[in-house]
């Protein structure tokens, strides 16, 4: 059984950037496409971005293109979101998933989901 532990998220200013991990651990995240979701409260589960199993092909949310970096070290068993510029409208729970054979925005195709971290960008 996979378990994802999300990581890093915290408060910042606009303009500030943060760094997010997603560690496994009872498996290997080798084969697996991941993501990258958010959420705020009494809204859907939004995609942020994805990545293959080896980083061939990636694929981000159209507001966080030029500001946000999604990677992925399967030797570690962890992956990254590098945010950077954080505006406002970024702020939610932050959602790691894996699973898809192919990568999709749709979050239902994703098996495995950590709990969340928080990240809270200020005006």
């Known amino acids: 059984q996979v378990q994802l532990l999300e990581s890093g998220g915290g408060s910042v200013q606009a303009g500030g950037s943060l760094r997010l991990s997603c560690a496994a651990s009872?498996?290997?995240?080798?084969?697996?496409?991941m993501a990258w979701f958010r959420q705020t409260p009494g809204t859907v589960r939004e995609f942020v971005a994805g990545?293959?199993?080896?980083?061939?092909?990636?694929r981000y949310t159209e507001s966080v293109k030029g500001r946000f970096t999604i990677s992925r070290d399967n030797a570690k068993n962890t992956m990254y979101l590098q945010m950077n510029s954080l505006r406002p409208g970024d702020t939610a729970v932050y959602y790691c998933a894996a699973g898809p054979e192919i990568l999709t925005s749709n979050r239902k195709q994703y098996d495995y989901w950590g709990q969340g971290t928080q990240v809270t960008v200020s005006s």
């Open positions: 009872g498996g290997t995240l080798s084969s697996y496409v």
């Open positions: 990545i293959s199993w080896n980083g061939g092909q990636i």
